[in-house]
């Protein structure tokens, strides 16, 4: 607030009410008033006054007088300049007595916010700026006052808001893990928004790499996943869906860049058996895409043993980067599906695939299990987001651990460590219903005896 003071020491103050005007992005198109008022001022007979602000921000639309001088009285000046940004009042009344006391609005200003926002974390600001200020009392004598500023600030604010929950803090190997959360935008759900997900394991290799919808994602991408196809191998790289365990396994992916410009395109895949145990997620190829141009590359991963036979599903992404540096989706995923085989072993048994209902727009939602064979110990899970609103570009990004623990984590709290070790020692050589039989520790075949093999267990793997 810019306190001037007019005319040597006076209480008659002309001010700006409210002398602060706050909004939040986006706010393109709204309205706001403030009036220009006048408070303890003796025999007014005259005034005049010039209101400047920032036109790159603000329209004035609107100005409505009010009678505050007794009438009758004249607007000499009631001009609204949107070039110079000025508004210009001036009036005198011709009553008789013309002179007025007391406090009241001028007149009443509309504006117009005419911008779109600041760019997150900056804010915007401009004066509401009084200037040439004159009072005249019916002597025609200049009235001494004050005169106060207003200010109108835009806050930005992180419009695009990312939240990512897991279920539990620490699983067992093959136990369903459920990652999920909202993408909103000023707190309401985004319902075409695209979620880029990758969970790291502890030695940091990526586990899994998707890409989720939050409801309907738009048609129009300026990069897609044009197919993933699952193929035979060289030279040919025909199509083909099934594939035995123990051999090798290929997948075309083909991505296109739609834009008038290259792109720089991370497409990776995730490769998932009917358990929705994650078997491979890797980048098929890294590079700029001309514009209007496609490219594609052949990826091939050997299927393990411990692959559950039955249908399997890959998913194919175009990511900017990955989501740990920051990268994010340019479209939708695209999956294909396939069978694995049993060859020659007893392999695993054929499972059916295990999903979760549909959610609520502006959720994402995946679950996927781990194996027994995946390392113990923090997982990361990355999610980033992007959104163009008002030709702003925002962005989110979020981060949760989860704990993946064994049947040597006995009490499951997400490290084997002496009280696991404990445990299974105080239920040593016990069966069911023995007095000091704890299911808990009962790990390694042959079950129902706890015995030192099961100590062993908790042994080799403490402090993990």
């Known amino acids: ?31 706001f008033m403030v009036n220009v008022t006048i408070a303890n001022v003796s025999d007014l007979q005259s005034f005049e006054f010039k209101l400047y602000w920032n036109t790159t921000l603000l329209d004035l639309v609107e100005a409505e007088l009010h009678s505050f001088l007794n009438p009758l009285w004249v607007p000499t000046k009631n001009e609204i300049n949107e070039t110079l940004g000025r ?55 200049l009235i001494s006052h004050e005169v106060y500023d207003g200010e109108y600030i835009c806050y930005s604010t992180s419009l695009l808001s990312l939240t990512t929950i897991t279920d539990k803090p620490v699983y067992n190997a093959n ?6 959360g909202n993408l909103t935008l000023e707190f309401s759900p985004v319902q075409d928004g695209l979620v880029a997900l990758e969970i790291d394991n502890p030695l940091n290799q990526v586990t899994v790499i998707r890409t989720l919808s939050t ?6 991408h300026t990069v897609e996943i044009v197919e993933v ?71 091939s991963f050997y299927i393990p043993d411990t692959a559950s036979i039955g249908n399997a599903s890959v998913y194919a992404s175009a990511l900017t980067e990955w989501p740990r540096d920051g990268g994010t989706a340019y479209c939708p995923e695209e999956n294909a599906t396939f069978e694995i085989r049993e060859s020659g072993g007893a392999g695993s048994t054929t499972g059916s695939p295990q999903t979760l209902g549909s959610s609520p727009e502006g959720m994402y939602n995946l679950t ?28 989110a990004a979020n981060n949760i651990t989860f704990k993946l623990g064994g049947p040597w984590d006995v009490n499951s709290d997400g490290v084997v460590d002496i009280v696991d070790l404990t445990i299974v020692a105080l239920a040593l050589w016990s069966q069911p219903g023995d007095e000091n039989w704890d299911p808990r520790a009962d790990i390694a075949e042959p079950y129902g005896l706890i015995d030192i093999v099961d100590l062993t267990l908790v042994s080799i793997h403490l402090w993990e």
């Open 175 to 180: 136990e369903i893990i459920h990652v999920y």
């Open 368 to 395: 996927f299990t781990l194996g027994s064979d995946e390392r113990l110990g923090n997982y990361i899970v990355y999610t980033t987001s992007d959104y163009t609103i008002y030709g702003y570009y925002q962005k």
């Open 87 to 141: 508004y210009w009042l001036n009036e005198t009344s011709v009553a008789d007595p013309p002179g007025k006391s007391g406090s009241g609005p001028l007149v009443t200003l509309t504006f117009k916010i005419m911008h779109c926002g600041p760019i997150w974390p900056e804010n915007l600001t401009c004066a509401l700026d009084l200037a040439d200020t004159e009072l005249a009392d019916s002597n025609r004598d």
């Open 229 to 299: 196809t699952p193929c035979g191998g060289p030279p040919n790289y025909n199509p083909r869906d099934w594939f035995y365990i123990g051999t090798t396994a290929h997948f075309n992916v083909t991505v296109k860049n739609n834009d008038n410009e290259p792109r720089m395109v991370l497409a990776t895949i995730n490769v998932y058996d009917v358990n929705l145990t994650p078997l491979i997620a890797l980048s098929v190829f890294k590079l700029s895409i001309p514009s209007g141009s496609t490219s594609w590359g052949i990826c």
């Open 1 to 31: 607030m810019i306190i001037t003071s007019v005319g040597g020491q006076s209480t008659t103050k002309l001010y700006v009410d409210p002398p602060k005007t706050e909004c939040w992005i986006p706010a393109f198109g709204e309205n």
């Open 215 to 220: 409801g309907n994602p738009p048609a129009d």
